[in-house]
């Protein structure tokens, strides 16, 4: 467990925060899709902060990208999309980041470098290895994060996309969030190797296993490999072990767990870690807390309320943005 006395003060209370705010972001989106406020499909970041703010706190957005999967909201809110905007993408409207018709899994923003969540499992760690590409290709000196899940790391597009990383020395650091579950289905089950780090090996790359519920320990991490990559142009694969306190999606109940398992995991909360080793070093009091979450959690109400305000798409747009 990571000492908080040589981090500084500004930057911890900035790290705290922002799991609070993806913490409040999804209790509000789950409680709204209650409501039918927000339809399609749903995947809730809730107990994964710690991965989306440690990894991307390492970065400089003018120049990295950040390439995620369909559980996107936290990585989003992480590369500093409003919650406002990301709401009223939840809710169609044309306000949203996506103009409405993304919704949940295609949150996305060109110019704060977050290249979007993608519905197909898999399908975007070849665009984050296209985008490492082209930022070889110009000789910049930029770097992707790519994250996806461990269902996702036995596709066929995540060893091809590694293989050709390394042929190319791509500037890119693959990152899977394990939370245990793909879908409904123990890891475990269906994985013939459950270190997912050594992977990296098969291809010639680093690969490390680090504690996701550990926000320092993440940005220790992924700040060594992100440093790594920018300047050797070395590719190299992050398997964060993870949780989601939700299930897969807000249809699923997660019946396939224990209560037993789930609560043991709810004592690794890496906001309540955060905050806990903060106040035990005193660099945070409980009061400032409370008046952190306060306003974190305004934020969030006020973010409904803009998506509730705001304009449909119109009728004529529905053929806009479409490839053929």
């Not at 995991?265 to 005193?282: C, G, S, T, V």
């Not at 009061?287 to 798409?313: N, Q, T």
């Amino acid at each position: 467990m990571r000492e908080v006395k040589q981090y500084d003060r500004t930057m911890l209370l900035s790290l705290l925060k922002q799991m609070l705010l993806i913490r409040r972001f999804e209790e509000k989106a789950s409680q709204m899709y209650g409501l039918r406020k927000i339809g399609g499909f749903c995947h809730l970041y809730i107990g994964q902060e710690a991965s989306a703010v440690g990894a991307i706190a390492t970065l400089d957005l003018k120049k990295d990208y950040v390439v995620s999967a369909y559980r996107d909201h936290g990585l989003a809110i992480a590369s500093g999309m409003e919650s406002s905007v990301l709401m009223a993408e939840l809710y169609g409207k044309v306000t949203g980041c996506s103009r409405g018709k993304g919704g949940s899994m295609h949150f996305f923003d060109k110019e704060k470098h977050f290249l979007g969540g993608n519905g197909i499992v898999g399908a975007h760690i070849p665009t984050a290895t296209g985008v490492a590409l082209a930022i070889r290709y110009r000789e910049q000196d930029g770097v992707v994060l790519c994250f996806f899940g461990d269902g996702a790391i036995h596709q066929g597009s995540f060893h091809e996309s590694v293989n050709m990383a390394k042929i190319w020395n791509l500037p890119v650091l693959y990152i899977c969030e394990n939370n245990q579950y793909g879908m409904g289905t123990d890891y475990r089950r269906v994985s013939a190797v459950t270190d997912f780090s050594v992977m990296g090996t098969s291809y010639g790359i680093e690969g490390k296993q680090v504690n996701g519920m550990d926000v320092l320990e993440v940005y220790d991490a992924v700040g060594e490999m992100v440093q790594k990559a920018r300047k050797e142009h070395a590719p190299s694969l992050l398997e964060l072990k993870t949780y989601r306190y939700k299930g897969h999606s807000m249809s699923d109940p997660a019946r396939y767990r224990t209560r037993e398992e789930l609560d043991a995991f709810r004592e690794q909360d890496p906001i309540l870690l955060l905050k806990a080793r903060m106040i035990r070093d005193q660099r945070l009091t409980e009061e400032e807390f409370l008046g952190m979450d306060a306003e974190v959690k305004k934020e969030c109400e006020e973010a409904v309320e803009f998506a509730r305000e705001s304009e449909e798409p119109p009728l004529e747009s529905i053929y806009q943005d479409v490839l053929a």
